[in-house]
């Protein structure tokens, strides 16, 4: 995966007892791209656009992002007038991660299939939790239901459904003595199958009388575009001159080759053009 799919979080966010539909909200905003100046990042998004995102609804978004910004995980949450009476997108203030950090994926947002919070929180820790080259981690259980304050059921259960959805993959490893030790699990890659594009087949004809009269104009078309290109060089149409039509001897063509083709092209100057032609 490039390194434009990945952002980073920080490692702290499981050490401020934060709920795990706090944590999916504040996992969003710290997905966006912004513009990082003096340590301070610095989006620009609706409500809405966060609620579409997440799953959750536009005033639980707001309420989320008030505790946020009574925590200091967002420092700034502004909101300008676009006219006298109306209000425009929301501006927010996040703090630039430059140490003690790990990376998520933004594909896990774009995903047909949306986590539940519990599933969000769970595939966060076992991001945090993974080797940064080989997305690997060897947590027990046990360690899972310490860190997360969760029973070990709903521990096994939620990484059960992360399997299933294909976010993460289970290995067992087997000693020398036949038995099993602690299984080891790794992070998939998230690939989001795009859908086609369905294009409109062209109209064929099976018959030969619908396609002749088509064949038939071309071939006229083909025939006498050589012959006006080299006739719009040197002659004048006898409705832009005045007084009897006069004969040009010089129009030559030098596709013609049989006599067909040239008794056409006298007829056509004789009765169209009001002219005579001389080989």
Not at 17 to 27: A, G, R, Y
Request: proline fraction near 2%; hydrophobic fraction near 35%.
């Amino acid at each position: 995966m490039s390194s434009n799919e990945l952002f980073k979080m920080p490692n702290t966010i499981f050490d401020m007892n934060l709920s795990s539909t706090e944590l999916t909200v504040l996992t969003a905003m710290y997905s966006l791209r912004g513009v990082c100046y003096k340590n301070k990042k610095y989006i620009r998004i609706s409500q809405k656009a966060i609620a579409t995102m997440t799953g959750l609804t536009p005033k639980t978004i707001s309420r989320i992002i008030d505790k946020l910004n009574r925590l200091n995980l967002i420092f700034e949450v502004r909101r300008y007038y676009v006219d006298e009476h109306k209000l425009g997108t929301y501006h927010y203030t996040l703090p630039v991660v430059k140490y003690n950090y790990f990376f998520v994926s933004r594909r896990i947002f774009k995903l047909s299939n949306k986590l539940t919070a519990s599933e969000f929180r769970m595939y966060l820790y076992c991001c945090k939790c993974a080797d940064s080259r080989t997305m690997q981690f060897w947590n027990s259980f046990n360690d899972i239901c310490n860190q997360l304050n969760l029973h070990r059921s709903s521990v096994i259960a939620t990484l059960k459904s992360l399997i299933k959805k294909g976010l993460i993959s289970r290995y067992r490893v087997k000693k020398k003595d036949g038995s099993y030790a602690d299984n080891y699990y790794q992070i998939n890659t998230i690939l989001i199958h795009k859908p086609k594009i369905q294009r409109k087949k062209r109209r064929r004809y099976s018959s030969r009388l619908s396609i002749f009269p088509f064949r038939f104009v071309l071939g006229i078309f083909k025939s006498y575009k050589g012959i006006v290109h080299n006739l719009h060089k040197t002659v004048k149409c006898f409705s832009l001159s005045r007084g009897s039509p006069k004969i040009y001897t010089s129009v030559r063509s030098t596709h013609l080759y049989t006599n067909r083709k040239k008794n056409n092209i006298k007829l056509y100057l004789k009765y169209r053009c009001n002219l005579e032609y001389y080989c």
